[in-house]
């Protein structure tokens, strides 16, 4: 039976994506609230859906991904100024993985980027309103540039037959496509763009549908295409993304939290010539060294559930962070997660406690991530 949206809606505050009804058709069995839009999560069980996506592939729909579009004049100049990253190496054609930062240095989002012209970007979007900190940043900034969000919906096709299922769909050209970069073509008249892209650590594209009218063509046209190769809707793999070590904006890291906590200092060109907020504060919290890192940790025992609250972590008798997100790797046959340390017990080796929901305390050891394929030799395939 479709899911009762009664449970969740009142009124059209939330938004449907274009695959809505495609997502209700397939049997979607549970939703949650991501960019103001309904984000359908599983569709079957957790742990099957991820076996799923790590030996077959597996179709999502992330249009809540929502794309904040920056086009103008003064484009380029007004995305270099939002982000550490040197914008100038981003090729038209090209995707980056970037932070968006504030003047304290503090993480607002953390998108892939997409340059489509010379002044023409994406944003693709992680949980925070974006568009309204572009607009803040823009009425200062002095710069000829456009924003707004446009009628923009990616699919993600996800696993290791994911090659197979987009060449049938859109030929070998996309074949070709190096890892974060992307072509824009259609698909029987439905405008996308296929990007080398995904949130997985497994081989990926994402798909943005630019017609939210054909949403329903283009879901089946993909299941299509992947039925000869197992392909099913699931929803996003946290178990995957985990093992991966990808963050997850809001539960991993906030505004509260900046790139070196974090692990995320790749992204801070330090030899950008450009300006952009945080720079000073960025360099100040560079020079000067961080106070608590994210690190990943094993958590003793039997399988634990997916945390859906932070969990206190002990070092004898003192809470000193928060376990952020912390499951059950089926490959691993272990307990994995991440918690926000202090620098004092973050090495690998450190032995921890935490407090799990019902007064359960487990043993927990401070490791190295990512738990899984740490050169990203996978997705970069």
């Known amino acids: 039976m479709p899911f009762d949206m009664n449970l969740v809606q009142r009124g059209a505050r939330l938004r449907r994506s274009p695959f809505f009804a495609a997502t209700q058709r397939h049997g979607a069995r549970a939703y949650t609230v991501y960019n103001h839009m309904l984000f359908p999560i599983c569709f079957a069980d957790l742990e099957d859906e991820y076996w799923h996506l790590v030996h077959h592939v597996t179709l999502w729909d992330v249009s809540v991904e929502r794309q904040v579009e920056i ?42 980027l997409l340059r489509l012209g010379e002044n023409h970007f994406w944003l693709a979007l992680a949980d925070s309103d974006v568009l309204l900190w572009a607009r803040g940043v823009a009425l200062n900034a002095g710069l000829r540039v456009e924003l707004r969000e446009p009628d923009v919906s990616p699919l993600q096709v996800q696993g290791p037959k994911a090659k197979e299922v987009v060449a049938t769909l859109f030929g070998d050209k996309v074949l070709g496509l190096r890892y974060y970069h992307f072509l824009e073509t259609a698909l029987d008249g439905i405008p996308v763009v296929v990007t080398r892209t995904g949130w997985t650590g497994e081989v990926g594209y994402e798909i943005y549908l630019r017609d939210g009218s054909r949403g329903d063509e283009l879901w089946e046209r993909i299941m299509a295409a992947g039925r000869p190769h197992g392909i099913r809707p699931t929803g996003p793999s946290d178990i995957r993304r985990v093992e991966a070590g ?113 007064g359960d305390v487990r043993r927990a050891t401070v490791v190295p991530m990512p738990f899984v394929d740490p050169q990203k030799a996978i997705p970069k395939s």
């Open 71 to 112: 086009t103008g004049p003064d484009a380029f100049r007004f995305a270099d100024l939002l982000t550490p990253r040197d914008l100038s190496r981003c090729a038209v054609g090209q995707g980056k993985y970037v932070v968006i930062t504030a003047e304290d240095g503090g993480i607002i989002n953390d998108p892939v």
């Open 246 to 358: 990808i963050l997850n904006w809001g539960a991993d890291f906030t505004l509260e939290n900046n790139v070196y906590e974090v692990g995320l200092e790749r992204l801070v060109d330090e030899d950008k010539r450009g300006p952009y907020i945080g720079r000073e504060a960025l360099r100040r919290i560079r020079d000067e060294g961080v106070s608590r890192k994210l690190a990943g940790i094993e958590i003793e025992g039997a399988r634990i559930e997916f945390n859906s609250t932070k969990w206190p972590a002990r070092a004898g008798n003192q809470v000193v962070g928060p376990v952020t997100s912390a499951l059950w790797s089926p490959r691993l046959k272990k307990n994995v997660g991440y918690a926000m340390l202090p620098i004092a017990h973050s090495s690998a080796g450190t032995v921890l406690n935490v407090e799990l929901p019902g």
